[in-house]
């Protein structure tokens, strides 16, 4: 495979304001120098999820995650770096050479990699479903409740 030069890869990202890129996906409000809003890889009521332009990179202060406009990327949509490359890139309007982004592997059947691909999808769709909807965080929620208490159990034992 040919790997995605690291001169492009930083163009792109340096294409994509951090901030107008977390924007389409939660609100964010002016403080100071930087941006607040509702984190979306956890529940919360006050905003602790910070994004600064300046620097180029987002923290949220209730759950520790962070990172810069591609991590963000690969986080809030669940895809791989290549694939997040290529998001960003459409999103700019910056070209990516096909030979770039095709990602090698191994050879399937057409059954088989319609299966593959029925299986991202899905798992895709599930991931979308428990991280923002209503049911899917309270479904989120009682997971995470019950691998504690299985966790608290084992630590008693």
């Not at 890889?41 to 910070?50: A, C, K, L, V």
Request: glycine share 6%; net charge negative; hydrophobic share 30%.
């Amino acid at each position: 495979m040919n790997r995605i030069p690291q001169e492009k890869i930083d163009e792109i990202t340096q294409n994509n304001n951090i901030v107008d890129v977390i924007s389409d996906y939660i609100k964010l409000t002016k403080k100071g120098r930087n941006y607040f809003g509702l984190c979306p890889f956890h529940g919360e009521d006050t905003p602790s999820f910070s994004v600064s332009p300046e620097k180029q990179i987002f923290h949220c202060f209730g759950c520790g995650k962070g990172g810069n406009v591609t991590s963000f990327v690969m986080e809030i949509e669940n895809l791989s770096f290549v694939e997040a490359i290529k998001h960003l890139a459409d999103k700019s309007g910056d070209s990516l050479p096909d030979e770039w982004i095709r990602q090698q592997g191994p050879s399937y059947s057409s059954e088989e990699q319609n299966i593959l691909d029925a299986y991202e999808w899905s798992n895709k769709l599930f991931h979308h479903v428990l991280k923002h909807t209503k049911d899917g965080k309270d479904a989120l929620t009682t997971l995470k409740i019950e691998d504690f208490l299985k966790t608290l159990s084992k630590s008693f034992n």
